[in-house]
């Protein structure tokens, strides 16, 4: 089973700083990494697919990179509406999936 | 405009069989080659995915939820459904239903793009 551990748990930063949110592979993944955002009471929503690919809708100021193993989630200078909970997905072993635990991204 | 919902009875008694039916609407669930996904996520915790069905009725478990779970599809219905049996106070949850596109998709191949809004279940006597 392929584990992805996420970090920080926790990111306390101020609107307007830039976020950089980290999620690690236990084996690689290769490019087929995903990204969610989570508000509370809500459904996650789709950010990035395929490690790079913005989803429909998704602004410019969130970007993914990495492949193998390591993989960063940036969001470019924070909106007060980008804290939420952050979750990264891999779909290595197709049709099988796996979630990261989560990074809360929160306001200092 | 494709959206999905998620019904079914919000407690459960343990030792029992949860279950769960997600109606689309606004679009064929045999549509576009499409896999279909049942997410859960406890109280205060991260998602973990149940599993996932293809619109043909192939499926695909959690290798830890496998011996309890099965999916199911009614094309006719526009509907796929949960069936988590056993139950116990572990699988109290948020539980999800979203569309999956196939890994051949150009877009958002393989992460689920479309979300229900989500349905509690307890398990509790």
């Known amino acids: 089973e392929i584990v992805l551990t996420q970090s920080p748990a926790t990111l306390s930063l101020s609107p307007g700083e830039r976020a950089t949110l980290s999620c690690r592979a236990s084996q690689s993944v290769s490019s087929y990494l995903a990204w969610y955002q989570q508000k509370p009471g809500q459904a996650p929503r789709l950010l990035i697919y395929d490690a790079s690919n913005r989803a429909t809708g998704i602004p410019a100021r969130f970007s993914g990179s990495g492949s193998g193993t390591d993989f960063t989630l940036t969001i470019s200078s924070l909106e007060p509406e980008d804290f939420a909970v952050y979750y990264c997905?891999?779909?290595?072993?197709?049709?099988?999936?796996?979630f990261g635990q989560g990074t809360r991204l929160e306001i200092k | 405009q494709l959206q999905l919902q998620e019904s079914g009875p919000g407690l459960v008694k343990p030792s029992e069989t949860l279950s769960l039916t997600c109606t689309v609407s606004?679009?064929?669930?045999?549509?576009?080659?499409?896999?279909w996904g049942w997410i859960r996520q406890p109280p205060g915790k991260g998602l973990e995915w149940i599993g996932s069905?293809?619109?043909?009725?192939?499926?695909y478990y959690n290798p830890s939820l496998k011996s309890r779970v099965t999916i199911s599809v009614d094309t006719s219905k526009n509907q796929f459904s949960l069936k988590l049996s056993s139950v116990t106070a572990a699988d109290t949850a948020v539980y999800y239903c979203a569309r999956l596109p196939p890994i051949t998709m150009v877009q958002g191949a393989g992460a689920f793009d479309i979300w229900g809004q989500g349905t509690m279940v307890t398990v509790s006597s």
């Open positions: 069905i293809y619109y043909s009725g192939s499926t």
């Open positions: 997905q891999q779909r290595s072993n197709w049709p099988l999936i796996t």
């Open positions: 606004g679009g064929s669930i045999s549509s576009s080659s499409y896999y």
